[in-house]
T-cell receptor, first 113, second 114 residues
């Protein structure tokens, strides 16, 4: 079955470390997205990519980086410059068509220890 | 430009009661509208979507929503709440020319009392 897989489910980071969250999809979707979710704040867009080798900053890109070397993969790196990285991170994918909607992964919960 | 407003960050109903979650949108082009559900520690799952066909849209788990252009609304309803409906619900909008990018509301957390 096609789907979108995020790993790991839970991740712990020490202060000053970079960590990378994985997002892989086999839906043949062109577009992929990363969101951050904090209690009471809804979904905030970090980065998105409409095609391979191209990506754009979202509303809260500072302290994060991404790459899109393959259509199937869109990893997110949380750098040490992100001062408050503890959150739930969601990856999504879609066709870049107006009425299609997104398919979401099951999320990664990142905690700074 | 597009935006979504979900009225009420928390809604509580009794089991068996009507569920009504409110969503109002703003869009300068004909909108496409979506409702997603999120259970704790999980991703979002599509409940239903409006894509300019029928204005009353039926989704999974007995939910439905009605597109009302005059009121710029897309409220989500279910006639009888079940304990398993307790979750957070997100309304989202896109429009022609948006290349599929969705704008999400801030979410409404639904609690169901026994």
């Amino acid at each position: 079955d096609g789907g979108i897989t995020q790993s790991p489910k839970y991740l712990f980071r020490k202060e000053g470390q970079n960590v990378t969250l994985s997002c892989e999809q086999n839906l043949n979707h062109d577009a992929m997205y990363w969101y951050r979710q904090d209690p009471g704040q809804g979904l905030r867009l970090i980065y998105y990519s409409q095609i391979v080798n191209d990506f754009q900053k979202g509303d809260i890109a500072e302290g994060y980086s991404v790459s899109r070397e393959k259509k199937e993969s869109f990893p997110l790196t949380v750098t040490s410059a992100q001062k408050n990285p503890t959150a739930f991170y969601l990856c999504a994918s879609s066709y870049p068509r107006d009425a299609y909607g997104y398919t979401f992964g099951s999320g990664t919960r990142l905690t700074v220890v | 430009a597009q935006s979504v407003t979900q009225l009420g960050s928390h809604v509580s109903v009794s089991e068996g009661a009507l569920v009504l979650l409110r969503c109002n949108y703003s869009s300068s082009v004909p909108p496409y509208l979506f409702w997603y559900v999120q259970y704790p520690n999980q991703g979002l799952q599509l409940l239903l979507k409006y894509t300019s066909a029928a204005t009353l849209v039926k989704g999974i788990n007995g939910f439905e929503a009605e597109f009302k252009k005059s009121e710029t609304s897309f409220h989500l309803t279910k006639p009888s709440a079940h304990m398993s409906d307790a979750a957070e619900y997100f309304c989202a909008v896109s429009g022609r020319g948006s290349q599929g990018n969705l704008i999400f509301g801030k979410g409404t957390k639904l609690s169901v009392k026994p």
